[in-house]
């Protein structure tokens, strides 16, 4: 079982803070990278931040700065922090897992609604 399981969504006011959770059924280092996708409603999805397997980071301009990607190895567990939330950060968000040789697998989403 490669698939990762995603928690942590909910309902948050604009300006608040989420962490979300990705959890491995393996050894983070099994994996070539890590990475949290979201899907805004109505939109494509779309790649929000990546943690490699020698633990560099890369994010999307609009969550830079906001955002941040890290990963507990004796968890088996990635974290997404999110802060200074707005409404466009509203979204499904996905966690996705690169084994090498063109396979990937995804999460089944947490929901993530910024509102007042």
């Known amino acids: 079982q490669v698939q990762p399981v995603e928690s942590g969504g909910g309902l948050v006011q604009p300006g608040g803070s989420l962490r979300l959770s990705c959890a491995l059924s393996?050894?983070?280092?099994?994996?070539?990278?890590i990475s949290w996708h979201r899907q805004p409603p109505g939109k494509q999805r779309e790649l929000v931040a990546t943690?490699?397997?020698?633990?560099?980071?890369n994010y999307a301009d609009s969550v830079k700065g906001r955002f941040t990607i890290s990963r507990d190895n004796a968890k088996k567990t990635v974290y997404l922090q999110m802060n200074t939330l707005n409404s466009e950060d509203t979204a499904v968000y996905y966690c996705?897992?690169?084994?090498?040789?063109?396979?990937?697998?995804w999460g089944q989403g947490t929901q993530v609604i910024v509102s007042s």
């Open positions: 996705n897992v690169y084994i090498g040789s063109g396979a990937d697998y």
């Open positions: 943690i490699t397997n020698n633990g560099a980071t």
């Open positions: 393996r050894s983070i280092f099994s994996f070539y990278d």
